[in-house]
């Protein structure tokens, strides 16, 4: 496991792309809770970015970056292909099985990592934000905290079939953003129309599911109450449905991944 | 002791409509140089793949070591196969170190394959720096960065300058004289004579010929003669039985024989036939017309 895991690390390390975009991912995602505070979007944004309803905050705001992260993870998916290296690892002695190991275990890894980055920082944003020196109820909303990590590797595990699936970088990202802007959006509004149900199946599709943060948002904008009460209004964690959901499209992707990588001549 | 290093059996493969390979079957024994000829697009990449499990074969099977394929075989395996295929931004020293990690190999070893290509000097240029030959060559170093058992060289000397190519050629016959198996996939006759102890030959996917080069030249003499009337020439070389074949090659006929050619023998038969020459000659054949026969038989 750890050989798989250095191999992945040697390929990426030196890699400029990989380097640029994790290195621009990871200074906004730690100013991210600095600077959110800066933005006056409601009445009562102080509390958004204090204990403990900063753990939603955070989680929501990282959630816009992890594009970044389907970028990352898209080019060194389909790098592979392009440069027949998931073909020379094979005639080297990996089993196809090896393959996505490597790449799951590295995507588990960072998301880890990041979940730990999360915490961290975002207890001294909460720390420096915090009214009084009291932080009994810190932990209250962790529950974002596992969340984060389910979101990352769920997003990643979404780029990575798009990457094993159309095999050319610049293909797999238009891909990637169809599907997040006009694709899933019209699927949701056909589905609506369609099934008396419609909502139900709409709120699966995988990016509602791994972009779900289980607020609704137009809701805590709108309504006056929730406003004044964002305490009250922000749940504890993703909740049991959501956090399934997103490991079922991550186990999902993965297989089918697996699947095309099995059968695949490479 | 292990007779066979790799042995398959009606190994078959095609893409869509056309049948790449058509019920192989080949045993390459211990310690062979075995080259697969055949020209263009016979199968030969096609076959390697296979053996090297980035190809399903279609049906039939194979058997490395007397073993059912298995990816961890492999490590002990050295191929190059095709064009090199390497990250283009890392530099040779860490492309060989990730093939090292791959193939459990100590890392010492990366720095001896470089010195044995010539690289050694270019190590940290990244890959996509190199010339043709040089990525030709770090392919090569690869392919013997685990001390393999076996070397499966798919035209290994693609690209290389005329240098190279005696390196190359002079690399596989050290290799092959520690007891090491290699595999060698070509269209260059010349290359495979010069290095093969044994042969297969191929064409549209089917093994026209197999075994040791002995054995495939065993019609080992050929006589090449001309005359002015070249038709009655060949109606009397029809009915001439030492000759196992007769083929027009420019403005010659080349006749291979069965046994050892009596010059004289031959000349009279043809004088007494009102024939005169004016060429004949008695030589020794090379594989590329024992190729050249083979193929166009098939
Ligand atoms: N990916 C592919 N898709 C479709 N057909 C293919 C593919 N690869 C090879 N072929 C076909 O399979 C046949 C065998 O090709 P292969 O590459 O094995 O030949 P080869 O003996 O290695 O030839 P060469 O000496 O030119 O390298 C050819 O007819 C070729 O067109
Ligand atoms: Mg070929």
Redesign the pocket.
């Known amino acids: 496991m750890m050989r798989l895991l250095r191999i992945e690390w040697n390929k990426i390390q030196p890699y400029r792309a990989f380097r640029i975009l994790i290195g621009l991912y990871l200074v906004s995602f730690i100013a991210l809770p600095y600077s959110m505070e800066r933005i006056p979007f409601l009445q009562n944004w102080q509390q958004l970015f204090e204990f403990p309803t900063i753990w939603f905050s955070y989680y929501f705001g990282a959630e816009f970056l992890s594009f970044a992260l389907a970028i990352i993870v898209i080019t060194i998916t389909t790098n592979e292909y392009s440069n027949r290296t998931f073909r020379q690892h094979v005639i080297d002695g990996l089993s196809r099985n090896d393959l996505v190991t490597g790449k799951l275990l590295l995507m588990a890894v960072l998301a880890a990592v990041l979940m730990i980055l999360l915490v961290v920082n975002g207890y001294i944003a909460g720390m420096l934000n915090a009214f009084e020196a009291d932080y009994s109820g810190a932990w209250i909303k962790a529950g974002y905290i596992p969340g984060f990590f389910l979101h990352t590797v769920g997003i990643m595990a979404f780029s990575f079939f798009l990457g094993n699936l159309f095999r050319r970088t610049g293909l797999a990202i238009f891909a990637f953003i169809a599907w997040v802007f006009p694709v899933e959006l019209i699927l949701r509004g056909l589905l609506a129309g369609v099934a008396k149900d419609g909502g139900m199946i709409s709120d699966r599709l995988p990016v509602a599911v791994i972009y779900s943060s289980n607020v609704d948002m137009g809701e805590m904008f709108s309504n006056p109450t929730a406003i004044l009460n964002l305490n009250e209004f922000i749940p504890g964690s993703l909740g049991l449905e959501n956090s399934l959901m997103k490991i079922g499209w991550t186990v999902v992707f993965f297989g089918l991944s697996w699947w095309m990588i099995r059968r695949r001549?490479l | 002791m292990l007779e066979n290093v790799l042995k398959t059996q009606a190994l078959a493969k095609s893409?869509?409509r056309?049948k790449?390979?058509k019920s192989l079957d080949l045993e390459v024994p211990d310690g062979a140089v075995f080259g697969i000829l055949?020209?263009?697009?016979?199968?030969?990449?096609?076959?390697?793949?296979m053996l090297l499990g980035i190809l399903t074969p279609d049906s039939g099977s194979f058997s490395w070591f007397g073993q059912a394929p298995e990816p961890a075989q492999r490590k002990r395996i050295g191929a190059l196969l095709?064009q090199p295929n390497f990250y283009p931004y890392l530099s040779a020293r860490k492309n060989l170190e990730i093939a090292c990690l791959i193939k459990e190999c100590s890392p010492t070893r990366v720095d001896i394959v470089l010195e044995q290509v010539g690289l050694l000097a270019r190590a940290e240029s990244a890959f996509k720096t190199f010339s043709t030959g040089m990525k030709q060559r770090l392919a090569i170093a690869s392919a013997l960065l685990a001390d393999p058992k076996v070397l499966v060289l798919?035209?290994p000397t693609n690209g290389l300058d005329p240098q190279g190519i005696a390196e190359v050629r002079e690399l596989i016959i050290q290799i092959a004289k520690r007891g090491k198996t290699i595999l060698l996939?070509s269209?260059i006759l010349d290359e495979v004579e010069k290095v093969c102890t044994h042969v297969a030959v191929?064409k549209q996917?089917q093994l026209l010929a197999q075994g040791s080069v002995m054995e495939i030249l065993r019609n080992q003499h050929q006589v090449e003669l001309k005359a002015d009337d070249m038709e009655a020439l060949e109606r009397a070389l029809s009915a001439y039985e030492p000759a196992a074949e007769r083929r027009r090659v420019g403005n010659l006929i080349v006749l291979s024989m069965t046994g050892e050619p009596d010059g004289s023998a031959l000349n009279r038969y043809l004088y007494d036939q009102g024939l005169v020459l004016s060429h004949l000659r008695v030589h020794k054949k090379r594989l590329e017309e024992s190729f050249l026969e083979i193929t166009a038989k098939a």
């Open positions: 001549d | 893409y869509g056309i790449a390979v055949g020209p263009n697009g016979s199968g030969k990449s096609t076959t390697l793949s095709e798919d035209e996939a269209h191929i996917g």
